[in-house]
């Protein structure tokens, strides 16, 4: 009768949509692996990307704070010449002075 084959109908339905569905979890397994796989590969990269840009940014800071003292022994010693070319200077005219005076 059409009760009983509708039934089959719908049983053979059911179970192709079964067997459909244990063959499309029988795929999804690896790709679940797989995607675990990267999860963790991605995770342990962008942890070393932390990690290197912090590194990074430690040595940029060490850095600037050497530039910045190489600066001020820099203007140091550019004052310590200017004060003994002054000083140079100032003894040359002294010392021409003196020559002035003893030729007269």
């Given at each position: 009768?059409?009760?009983?084959?509708?039934?089959r109908?719908?049983?053979?339905?059911?179970?192709?949509?079964?067997?459909?569905?244990?063959?499309?979890q029988?795929?999804?397994?690896?790709?679940?692996?797989?995607?675990?796989?990267?999860?963790?590969?991605?995770?342990?990269?962008?942890?070393?990307?932390?990690?290197?840009?912090?590194?990074?940014?430690?040595?940029?800071q060490?850095?600037?704070?050497?530039?910045?003292?190489?600066?001020?022994?820099?203007?140091?010693?550019?004052?310590?010449?200017?004060?003994?070319?002054?000083?140079?200077?100032?003894?040359?005219?002294?010392?021409?002075?003196?020559?002035?005076?003893?030729?007269?």
């Open positions: 009768s059409a009760l009983r084959e509708t039934k109908a719908l049983e053979a339905t059911l179970n192709d949509k079964t067997a459909n569905e244990s063959r499309m029988r795929q999804m397994h690896p790709l679940q692996k797989e995607l675990g796989r990267m999860v963790r590969e991605n995770n342990q990269l962008h942890l070393e990307l932390i990690t290197r840009g912090e590194e990074f940014h430690a040595y940029q060490k850095d600037t704070l050497k530039f910045k003292a190489l600066e001020g022994k820099l203007s140091d010693s550019a004052f310590v010449i200017a004060q003994q070319a002054q000083h140079i200077r100032e003894l040359e005219r002294q010392l021409d002075e003196h020559r002035d005076r003893m030729q007269q």
